[in-house]
């Protein structure tokens, strides 16, 4: 089972057993509460013979320190502290979570001599906690040894600070991001039988409670609407496709939304043009862009951010029967422009170019910004480490990169241009839907952004980021939940009356 933290913030605390996580800054003497952990002066000694010196999430576990009110006492470096970050103070909760595995109760102190702690920061580091701690094992009926022995009890944690009014108040925001940021993980990691467009549409209705307003389109509207590209993916699985709208009126009334637009492919087998079977489960995943835009609408819900936002998601399910649209198949599309599918398997953005469409004409917002797991491409050239950035407005795409490097959430810009434009016309339609191997992600950007208009509008493909990225101190999952905490930091940061 995920461990579970009930979390106390507390000017000062003497611990009375259990774990002591002292933090301590590069090269410093002495580790924040020491004081009162350490009357014997046993931590020099054993950081001496341990070679811990502080730097950036190493450790030094000490059991059973001498004289110690602490049954045991793990020192936890920062780094230097001119260079600690927001996003350092998350990757250290997590690597503090990594310690507590079979702990009852904890105290960290925060307040390394050297480095001035804010309430920011100490809620920053319990939310990586909780991302550290975070499991999808909802499946699992066999559980471990230890985990039957163990009973299921949130590890009491005492967090240390002289932050700690702002602390708490921060805290609470925090919260709403990791729960935004754990439905995305949620949604991603769910399998495809489990999670179809009608089961996906009904977990985005769900954020009716926190005051989101949630209309879900059926096949029969989107028809009358004239999807054809969104329902031309879907006709070949027998489940019927979704279109959800999401809007959270938090902004003044007279302000025009911010629209972010997902990717909903819940299962993709590439339809006729089908996938090999090496790694097709991992296309349960293809609904990374839809899940990030769900766990946003959560976080803007939930903290009440002072923003009109809009979020849309087009669910289908990409399955080869006698129905399935074949290669050659011409689709009209909302906007009126026809397409050619030339590869049923490049079917995100022929979901993407009628959701992008429908919300620019029905919202008319101030910006568009669509995320979707939509090139193998993006993968070569940026492996799991950075989502791809594509955007017809500098502005706009600067204000992603920023906020892309403090969440640490990175993004790199790629280029569009009139030249990538002639590599996907068509001789029998408008254009086709993938211009062929080279270029593949900034083809791809360019159809997409046929739907748009003069919008600024901003494309992100985190084919390689959403799911099976990296693990590290604040995601151990396979679904990453990426871009949920970027587009969160992006409203802060720009957008917010």
């Known amino acids: 089972m995920p461990m579970k933290f009930e979390f106390t913030f507390m000017k000062s605390h003497r611990p009375a057993g259990g774990v002591a996580v002292l933090l301590q800054v590069a090269n410093a003497k002495e580790a924040a509460g020491a004081t009162v952990t350490d009357p014997e002066g046993v931590l020099a000694k054993a950081a001496k013979i341990g070679k811990f010196t502080g730097k950036a999430l190493t450790t030094l576990d000490i059991v059973a320190p001498h004289g110690s009110p602490a049954d045991r006492i793990v020192l936890l470096g920062l780094g230097g502290a001119a260079d600690v970050t927001d996003h350092d103070w998350l990757k250290a909760g997590g690597a503090a979570a990594a310690k507590l595995r079979k702990a009852e109760k904890a105290t960290i102190f925060l307040d390394a001599p050297g480095i001035d ?11 990586g906690m909780e991302m550290n ?17 163990t009973p299921q009890k949130p590890v009491k944690v005492t967090i240390v600070t002289g932050a700690v009014i702002a602390a708490k108040k921060a805290f609470a925001t925090a919260l709403s991001v990791g729960e935004g940021v754990f439905l995305a993980r949620d949604l991603v990691n769910e399998p495809a039988n489990i999670l179809g467009p009608v089961e996906f549409a009904a977990r985005a209705k769900e954020l009716e409670k926190l005051g989101v307003e949630v209309e879900i389109l059926t096949e029969r509207e989107m028809k009358k609407l004239g999807m054809g590209a969104l329902l031309g993916v879907a006709q070949g699985s027998a489940r019927p496709p979704r279109l959800v709208v999401m809007q959270w009126k938090g902004g003044k009334a007279k302000d025009k939304p911010l629209a972010f637009v997902g990717k909903g492919v819940v299962f993709d087998t590439g339809g006729i043009s089908i996938k090999p079977a090496s790694g097709m489960e991992e296309m349960k995943g293809d609904m990374g862009g839809a899940a990030a835009v769900t766990g946003l609408m959560h976080v803007l819900a939930a903290r009440k951010a002072t923003v009109n936002a809009v979020g849309i998601i087009g669910l289908v399910e990409n399955m080869p029967d006698g129905s399935a649209q074949r290669p050659g198949d011409i689709v009209t599309s909302m906007s009126g422009q026809t397409i050619e599918v030339i590869n049923t398997d490049a079917e995100g953005r022929l979901v993407l170019c009628d959701a992008l469409w429908y919300c620019n004409d029905r919202f008319k917002p101030k910006a568009m910004i669509d995320l979707a797991t939509l090139t193998g491409a993006i993968l070569v050239a940026f492996s799991n480490h950075y989502a791809g950035l594509f955007s017809n407005d500098d502005r706009l795409a600067e204000q992603l ?15 569009l241009g009139k030249e990538f434009d002639k590599m996907i016309d068509s001789k029998f339609a408008d254009m086709k839907n993938t211009g062929g191997r080279h270029g593949g992600s900034v083809t791809a950007a360019q159809f997409l952004k046929r739907f748009v208009k003069d919008t600024p509008w901003a494309h992100l493909d985190v084919a390689g980021t959403a799911m099976g990225s990296p693990t590290d101190e604040i995601n151990q999952s396979w ?7 970027l587009l969160d930091e992006l409203v802060r940061a720009n957008y917010e009356s």
Not at 407 to 415: D, G, I, K
Not at 479 to 485: A, L
Request: charged content about 30%; hydrophobic content about 40%; overall charge positive.
């Open 117 to 127: 702690v804010t309430g920011k920061a100490a809620a920053d580091f319990a939310l």
């Open 133 to 149: 701690a975070y499991a999808f094992d909802s499946y699992k009926t066999r559980k471990s040894d230890d985990e039957a022995k």
């Open 401 to 415: 990169l920023a906020a892309g490097k403090a969440s640490q959430e990175r993004l790199w810009r790629m280029p």
């Open 479 to 485: 679904g990453s939940g990426f871009g949920v905490r």
